[in-house]
């Protein structure tokens, strides 16, 4: 697997008591990289989960954050934020990514890392809502989990006995580069897979298997079930997507 340099400057017990899936910072560096974030820019980290990435945005670009979650409480958020030393410009907001309370070009950036698919897979979400957020000539980014080609049945066949309806939203970058593109409302700047999905999921499955339940409950297959779901892929099919565009 590739370095990720400014991800080994923070403390490897930090994120793993506040991750929510595999190594948000690893995701996040390699997104930057195909974005022009400079200082004072406002970004939006939509699904920001327990806030890594909005640490981390604010720490590398000198970026104003405003870190939105539904799962997790602003009140949790800003405790961390405080913590981290970044509460003056990264703001914790609770809300659905249906209903933000934010103006209408607002922000410089959005971004939205391993979230996007919980409520971005659909053909009204990014024309509705998320490509309004930001002014024009804006950026957006993503990384979602999801496939390396389309399959017929919408999953491959080493998957079949894991796949559960939620896992739907899992597509092509292809897919993702084409639900955005036709819109006409931005242009692609990058859309491709990261290198290595299991290196870059291993961690995040084996940290799941000792402390997923204790840490969130026994909500699906268990602790154990990204390791299962990542070991049956033996066809190497599972992709981390990058995807990267300007508003027209
Ligand atoms: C797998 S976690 C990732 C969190 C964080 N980005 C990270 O990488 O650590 C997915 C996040 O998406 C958020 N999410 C899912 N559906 C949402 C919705 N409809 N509105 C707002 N946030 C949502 C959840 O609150 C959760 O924190």
């Not at 809300?95 to 996007?116: K, M, N, R, T």
């Not at 980014?141 to 939203?169: D, H, M, Q, S």
């Not at 999905?197 to 268990?222: I, R």
Request: hydrophobic share 40%; net charge negative.
């Amino acid at each position: 697997m590739r370095n990720y340099p400014k991800t080994e400057k923070y403390d490897q017990n930090w994120i793993e008591k506040n991750w929510m899936g595999p190594n948000p910072l690893w995701l996040t560096e390699e997104l930057c990289e195909n974005l022009d974030l400079k200082s004072g820019m406002k970004v939006l980290d939509m699904g920001c989960g327990k806030g890594l990435t909005s640490v981390f945005l604010a720490k590398e670009y000198g970026v104003t954050v405003f870190a939105t979650d539904l799962w997790i409480s602003a009140t949790d958020n800003l405790r961390r934020f405080e913590a981290a030393g970044v509460a003056d410009r990264v703001f914790p907001i609770h809300a659905e990514a249906h209903a933000l309370p934010y103006a209408e070009g607002f922000f410089d950036a959005a971004i939205s890392v391993d979230s996007y698919h919980y409520f971005g897979a659909s053909e009204s979400y990014f024309v509705d809502v998320f490509s309004k957020l930001v002014k024009p000539g804006g950026q957006f980014g993503i990384v979602v989990p999801g496939l390396k080609r389309e399959f017929e049945k919408g999953y491959p066949n080493t998957l079949e006995k894991l796949w559960f309806p939620e896992l739907y939203t899992f597509h092509s970058n292809k897919w993702w580069r084409y639900l955005w593109e036709k819109t006409e409302l931005c242009e692609i700047t990058s859309c491709y897979d990261m290198e290595d999905t299991k290196a870059l999921w291993m961690p995040w499955a084996d940290w799941s298997v000792e402390n997923f339940e204790k840490e969130f409950g026994n909500d699906g297959g268990g602790g154990d079930f990204d390791k299962k779901f990542l070991e049956a892929d033996t066809d190497n099919d599972l992709a981390f997507i990058v995807m990267t565009g300007v508003k027209k």
